[in-house]
């Protein structure tokens, strides 16, 4: 029973110097603490933003090569695609393109503008 409650003391203690810890961490009650403590928690936070850095550079890098592989995919997918009905890869962008301003210029016919011959002049409206 005693060895329970020397177990339980023990670790009351220990979570506490955790949070401590956990509120140097965040910046919290830092007034009591020495230059050397300021200066152990500024290592320490060097240290992990060195690591936290690293692992979001190594997921960045994944993700670009993920992405550069679907890319690749796609293009090969175009390419079949185009092959498929008889067009050369770059008569399909050229003719995707036309499709495009031809759509574009069909919905905008009726343009309205403001144009002005003259000297310039400042003009409010």
Do not use: Y
């Amino acid at each position: 029973m005693q060895q329970v409650q020397h177990d339980i003391a023990k670790m009351v203690k220990e979570i506490e110097h955790i949070e401590v810890s956990q509120r140097k961490l965040l910046g919290q009650d830092l007034g009591s603490c020495s230059v050397e403590e300021l200066q152990d928690i500024d290592d320490q936070l060097e240290r992990s933003l060195r690591s936290i850095r690293a692992r979001k550079a190594l997921l960045f890098k994944e993700q670009l090569e993920q992405l550069k592989a679907k890319e690749k995919l796609l293009l090969e997918e175009n390419a079949r695609l185009s092959s498929k009905v008889n067009l050369k890869p770059w008569q399909a962008s050229t003719q995707q393109k036309g499709v495009t301003h031809k759509s574009q210029s069909s919905q905008s016919s009726e343009i309205e503008t403001e144009l002005f011959i003259g000297p310039t002049e400042i003009r409010f409206l």
